[in-house]
């Protein structure tokens, strides 16, 4: 009875794994705000959970259609989670240090520094240009930082827990009276006008009880009210073009690949780290990170050369850093 049993088992199980990878393929592809419970679990987690099922049904059952499907998980995994591709690029993309002097570079980091001052000057080492920054301590914290980085010549604007600190000249500010979102425009020492938008918007993460309806619903909602507030900022504030950049950076409260994003998707603007990062770029938590929460993205104008994260000790989230190469116009 056993060797008929196994038999079928050999069949079925991998099977039934096909059909989840269909599935959750479907989904991805459409990103419906119904299965946002689904999508919001990373690739690499769903082929992770797809090779082990798949291995334990050969090591149990010996089928070689197990194999088979443990073959498409795994390549599911390399090729659509961008973890491999960052550290592989890491290998190949050229170092900051030996780009041309020519090329007129600007470098964007983003921080989380849960109010903590010694959590926003480790940003410090890091010889920025622009500091996005989420979470930032109050009082003379952030002029003191300005000075010390830039001199004279620094640009310090809050929003509530939202701050930006830029060397440069502002041009003009927004800050809207719901949340901490901040948007400031910027005239840079070359002469390059930037246009930023720091949010921070409400988390919907991977859960644990994703089996309760109340727990869906939430996460539906709230992916629904992320993508309105997005597009609103988006439209409020659609002025890239010519000697204008445009850079969105934040807490996007939700990882790469969600429909969150298909706002800043339409408006033709560039994930940095999906472009040209290097090494492991998830952001959250900050130990063992998990989740790429924290991004920057860019218009045209401002090609991504080099993106990757640095470890903030005091904070849950790392620290985002871009490299973008400045496209200004012949005069």
């Not at 082990?52 to 197990?66: D, E, H, Q, Y």
């Not at 390059?192 to 409400?202: P, S, Y």
């Not at 644990?208 to 992320?226: C, G, I, S």
């Amino acid at each position: 009875m056993w060797r008929p049993l196994k038999k079928t088992l050999a069949t079925l199980v991998p099977a039934l794994l096909l059909i989840l990878f269909i599935a959750v393929m479907i989904c991805f592809l459409n990103r419906w705000d119904s299965m946002v419970a689904i999508t919001l679990i990373p690739v690499w987690a769903w082929a992770a959970f797809g090779m082990t099922l798949s291995l334990l049904s050969w090591v149990c059952f010996r089928g070689p259609f197990a194999a088979v499907v443990f073959s498409i998980w795994l390549a599911s995994g390399l090729i659509l989670s961008e973890e491999p591709r960052s550290l592989i690029r890491e290998l190949y993309l050229q170092p900051a240090s030996r780009l041309p002097e020519e090329l007129k570079t600007l470098r964007v980091v983003n921080v989380n520094a849960e109010g903590m001052e010694e959590n926003l000057r480790v940003s410090t080492v890091l010889k920025p240009d622009i500091i996005i920054i989420q979470q930032a301590p109050e009082g003379e914290a952030l002029k003191q930082l300005a000075r010390d980085l830039f001199g004279d010549a620094h640009v310090v604007i809050t929003n509530r827990s939202n701050a930006f600190i830029a060397r440069g000249e502002t041009v003009n500010t927004l800050g809207e009276t719901d949340s901490a979102t901040l948007h400031v425009r910027i005239l840079t020492p070359d002469g390059f006008l930037v246009d930023i938008t720091n949010l921070d918007l409400a988390p919907y993460l991977p859960s644990p009880q994703l089996w309760k309806k109340e727990v869906w619903q939430r996460l539906t909602a709230t992916r629904v009210e992320n993508r309105r507030l997005l597009r609103h900022y988006l439209g409020e504030n659609q002025l890239s073009s010519g000697r204008i950049g445009r850079i969105v950076s934040g807490g996007f409260g939700t990882p790469p690949g969600d429909d969150v994003f298909r706002p800043l998707e339409s408006a033709q603007l560039t994930d940095a780290f999906g472009e040209a990062g290097t090494g492991w770029g998830n952001t959250y938590p900050a130990d063992y990170p998990l989740v790429r929460l924290d991004q920057i993205w860019a218009s045209a104008n401002l090609r991504p050369l080099r993106a990757f994260t640095s470890v903030n000790r005091g904070s849950t989230h790392r620290i985002v850093v871009a490299d973008f190469a400045v496209s200004l116009p012949e005069n």
